[in-house]
């Protein structure tokens, strides 16, 4: 993958791999639309948390290209539309708090957008900073050469650096730490299958695609050394939402005496948010769950429940990896 970026600035416009093509179409978009950006995020053509955070700063930025006037109506507006894109992804919120900061700081309006873009950068290098400190501090959680169990996509296309879950998987690989990875499909919209996989092959690293529902019988069969996945939002006591079907694996870890982690950037811990209870959880529409790409394989009347992300309780999970350091529990951020 070190070919290309899932995240740069070129030529005055946003450039985004379309991660929904991928990995059988490598496409890009190039925009400096907000509205066509915030398109992206709802559909997931851009997608994971920090990647997520980076990209609507931008947005916001890129917005203020041609504003002329009416400046703080302008930005409370463009911050709307990009705060309603996904509920669940704090890194969204963090990255859009820390653009309104900056704007609200400016002494006077003469170069709001280059203000705004110096600042959008920063977040993205800051999000690059903070992978290559999860990753180093990852190491931490091997004991012994391992089989690794992974759940959605937490690499370069889920962040705008190397990755959170996945660049942890990896350094520890190029330290001969890990063998073999399995990478859960993720249903509904399988980014590890697609995406993981993807990141994978372009890392070298030996893996097998497994549905999710065959990660119990691998822990059954002492395949898994441990299982390590990123994070939507944690909350202040630990608890963490991730993509549907994390809290099935730390359950299954408990039972199986495999410890469970999770790898984040301080950016996805909500310290305002006490508990699991607290986060709002997206979700997503019935076409995502009736069709598979285009092709329809249910029925459009039947009911679906489809929500984004899982909760998995603080009591599940062994460590959260960030930037700073491995937090142990009990967790108190
Ligand atoms: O719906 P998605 O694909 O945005 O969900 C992404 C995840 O759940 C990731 O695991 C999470 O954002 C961590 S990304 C480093």
Redesign the pocket.
């Known amino acids: 993958m070190s070919n290309f970026k899932c995240i740069e600035f070129v030529d005055d416009k946003l450039k985004l791999i379309d ?1 929904t093509k991928l990995p059988l179409v490598e496409e890009y978009i190039l925009s400096d639309d907000l509205e066509r950006i915030a398109l992206a995020i709802e559909r ?1 053509e851009v ?6 955070g980076v990209s609507a700063a931008y947005a916001l930025a890129l917005s203020f290209k041609f504003i002329k006037d009416d400046y703080e109506n302008e930005f409370q507006k463009k911050y709307d539309r990009l705060t309603s894109t ?1 509920p ?2 704090v ?1 969204l919120f963090w990255a859009l708090d820390e653009m309104k900061s900056k704007f609200e700081n400016l002494t006077d309006y003469t170069n709001v957008y280059g203000e705004l873009l110096k600042k959008a950068k920063e977040i993205h290098n800051d999000d690059v900073e903070k992978c290559d400190g999860i990753a180093k501090n990852g190491l931490e959680i091997f004991t012994k050469r391992s089989t690794v169990l992974t ?5 370069q296309l ?2 705008g650096g190397g ?4 660049y942890v998987i990896q350094r520890a690989f190029e330290n001969d730490l890990v063998e073999f990875v399995y990478a859960d499909e ?1 249903r509904p ?1 399988l ?1 590890g299958s697609r ?1 993981t996989a993807f990141e994978l092959e372009k890392a070298g690293i030996l893996f097998k695609i497994n549905t999710d529902s065959t990660a119990a019988m691998l822990m059954q069969q002492g395949k898994i050394d441990l299982v390590i ?4 939002r944690v909350a202040a006591n630990g608890d963490s ?4 079907g ?1 809290y099935n694996l730390a359950v299954l870890c408990k039972y199986h005496r495999i410890p469970f982690y999770i ?3 301080t950016s ?1 811990i909500d310290k305002n948010c006490p508990d699991g209870s607290q986060i709002k959880i ?1 979700e ?1 529409s019935k076409d995502e769950i009736i069709k598979i790409k285009d092709v329809q394989i249910s029925k459009r009347e039947y009911d679906v429940y489809s929500p ?2 899982d909760v998995t309780p603080n009591e599940l999970i062994a460590g959260i990896i960030t930037e700073e350091k491995l937090h142990k529990p009990p967790y108190n951020f």
């Not at 997608?47 to 997520?52: C, E, F, N, T």
């Not at 759940?151 to 690499?155: D, L, M």
């Not at 990755?163 to 996945?166: C, E, L, M, S």
């Open positions: 991660q997931l997608r994971g948390a920090p990647a997520i996904r669940t992804a890194n759940h959605c996509n937490t690499g889920a962040t990755g959170t879950a996945f993720t919209l980014q995406l996945t990123g994070a939507d939402a991730n993509k549907i994390t790898a984040a950037p996805t997206e997503r984004a992300f």
